[in-house]
Nanobody, 115 residues
Framework: QVQLVESGGGLVQPGGSLRLSCAASGFTFSGYTMGWYRQAPGNQRELIARISSSGGTTNYADSVKGRFTISRDNAKKMVYLQMNSLKPEDTAGYYC????????WGQGTQVTVSS
């Protein structure tokens, strides 16, 4: 069955870095644009980064542009999010999913940016 498993979150100080990972299974991973989403308490889940099926095109929300980098490894069915220069407002649950034709959400990984 389709499964998405996120990992790599944690508590980090402002200005720090984290690398999130997402393992996908149950669908033809290389055929889909993938994205990282985040949801802070009281807010809607938002798409913050996307990567084309080949990995050749990436797009970012203005709030993370220049600080976050999305990448993927189609052979391993993995998608990553390198997060640098983290800010307290980046605190949220982070999730990966297809950008079109969403599948069941994984459990997400919590990122907390605090001193």
């Amino acid at each position: 069955q389709v499964q998405l498993v996120e990992s790599g979150g944690g508590l980090v100080q402002p200005g720090g870095s984290l690398r999130l990972s997402c393992a996908a299974s149950g669908f033809t991973f290389s055929g889909y644009t993938m994205g990282w989403y985040r949801q802070a308490p009281g807010n809607q889940r938002e798409l913050i980064a996307r990567i084309s099926s080949s990995g050749g095109t990436t797009n970012y929300a203005d709030s993370v542009k220049g600080r976050f980098t999305i990448s993927r490894d189609n052979a391993k069915k993995m998608v990553y999010l390198q997060m640098n220069s983290l800010k307290p407002e980046d605190t949220a649950g982070y999730y990966c999913n297809r950008v079109a034709a969403l599948v069941a959400w994984g459990q997400g990984t919590q990122v907390t940016v605090s001193s």
